[in-house]
């Protein structure tokens, strides 16, 4: 059997073992609870995920990570088309455009360099401190 062969059969398994295709198709949405670090964290000076509370869209490309990058905002990853962070109202206080071009390789003889941040990032009002989240 080839790769994508094996990968179908466990993908079908995987289905069938949490109420079968309809019901994959029915979901809106996953949430789940990840905890990650390391030296990228530690390299990009990014706050580790503690137990952070993670939603998927089943439906498009859209991530949200509740209280990143801290207590009060949602991060939100759109694919690679754009990074925003939201207030607790969903209110954009900041966002970037395609932010791979600003990622700049860890390696000292990269000749890669990041754009300046002027260029495509975007702040507007404060964090709200409410504790209702809102479900984007």
Excluded at 12 to 18: K, N, P, Q, V
Excluded at 25 to 44: D, N, P, T
Excluded at 73 to 101: F, H, K, N, W, Y
């Amino acid at each position: 059997m080839t790769s994508r062969g094996l990968a179908e059969a466990l993908l079908a398994e995987a289905l069938a073992a949490h109420g079968g295709t309809k019901r994959w198709q029915s979901l809106q949405r996953l949430e789940a609870q990840v905890s990650a670090w390391g030296l990228l964290f530690r390299a990009k000076r990014r706050p580790l995920l503690n137990h952070q509370c993670v939603r998927v869209s089943t439906r498009e490309s859209l991530v949200w990570f509740d209280d990143y990058p801290k207590p009060g905002l949602t991060g939100e990853l759109q694919g690679v088309a754009a990074v925003r962070i939201r207030d607790a109202a969903g209110a954009i206080v900041e966002q970037r455009s395609e932010p791979r071009a600003y990622g700049c390789d860890f390696h000292p003889t990269s000749r890669r360099t990041a754009p300046s941040r002027s260029s495509t990032s975007t702040r507007t009002g404060a964090s709200c401190g409410s504790t209702t989240r809102p479900r984007f």
